[in-house]
């Protein structure tokens, strides 16, 4: 059926950050838990991560994540300068704004290395005017959904896409989100709303010479509560099975809900 393998592990050329690290004899399990680690840290305090990168060797650890702030946040962005720079933490309200320090700490403690250097980086999402006004009035029909939970950062990851600063994980992380918050019944309306949504994203960078070629997404589970799992396919653009000309990223996330689990596969086909 084709994109049965990985498709990172055949397009390493267009994969410079890869997830590698060099602490000895480490299993590659043991180092993917630490990875989840670090991605289920973050997202407690509303900091979603689009790409990481951990090198390291055995006395240092370097960590790069590029990272999105959700409106759910529950930190800002100088908040978690002033934390880093101080050794005690974040001293604000919430409990859930401390422990960074503690983070870092633990994860010295976990690969018994020496020390921690973390780098991240805040994507924006900045588009030119004329842009953004053209890429708002295709999606306002688009947006039935406008006041579901993340609904504005799924438009942003979106902005990101276009601008070719955010992964498809990153995307697909939001789509699940949104979607673990609908009833059963909001189904059918909620793949109406991924049509016009994947149209309108196409057509923009079609007419803005944008970096999207095609977007593919399948959904799989008990949809719209039926006792037997099914499927449904979204193809817009073109999705290359077999090529190596073009970029391809690849997403897999699980939505966990009340009436089962779902499986989201997202492709996105870039220049």
């Known amino acids: 059926m084709g994109q049965k393998a990985n498709p990172k592990s055949v397009r390493l050329s267009h994969y410079p950050e890869v997830f590698s690290i060099d602490l000895g004899k480490k299993e590659s399990s043991y180092l993917a838990y630490i990875k989840s680690y670090i991605v289920q840290f973050f997202r407690q305090k509303g900091i979603y991560i689009s790409n990481i990168s951990v090198l390291g060797d055995a006395n240092i650890l370097y960590l790069n994540l590029d990272v999105f702030f959700s409106k759910r946040n529950r930190i800002k962005t100088k908040k978690l300068r002033r ?34 250097v973390l780098k991240i980086r805040k994507l924006d999402c900045k588009m030119e005017a004329n842009q953004l006004v053209t890429y708002w009035s295709q999606l306002k029909k688009a947006l039935t959904f406008k006041r579901a939970p993340f609904a504005s950062d799924l438009v942003q990851a979106s902005i990101l896409l276009l601008t070719n600063q955010a992964t498809a994980h990153l995307f697909n992380t939001f789509l699940v989100l ?4 609908l ?23 079609q007419v803005f010479n944008g970096p ?33 000309d073009c970029k391809i990223d690849y997403s897999f996330v699980p939505a966990f809900t009340m009436m089962g689990t779902f499986g989201f596969k997202l492709w996105i086909a870039t220049k």
Do not use: D, E, W, Y
């Open 83 to 116: 934390a880093f720079k101080s050794q005690r933490g974040l001293k604000s309200r919430p409990s859930s704004n401390r422990g960074f320090i503690q983070f870092c700490q633990s994860l010295q403690q976990i690969l018994g290395v020496r020390k921690v």
């Open 183 to 205: 009833t059963k019944r909001q189904h059918s309306r909620f793949f109406v709303f991924l049509k016009k949504f994947f149209k309108g994203i196409l057509s923009h960078s």
């Open 178 to 181: 949104m979607f673990t918050r």
């Open 212 to 244: 999207i070629l095609g977007i593919r997404l399948l959904i799989s589970g008990k949809l719209s509560g039926k006792t037997r799992a099914q499927s449904f396919a979204v193809n817009v653009g073109q999705v290359p099975t077999q090529t190596l």
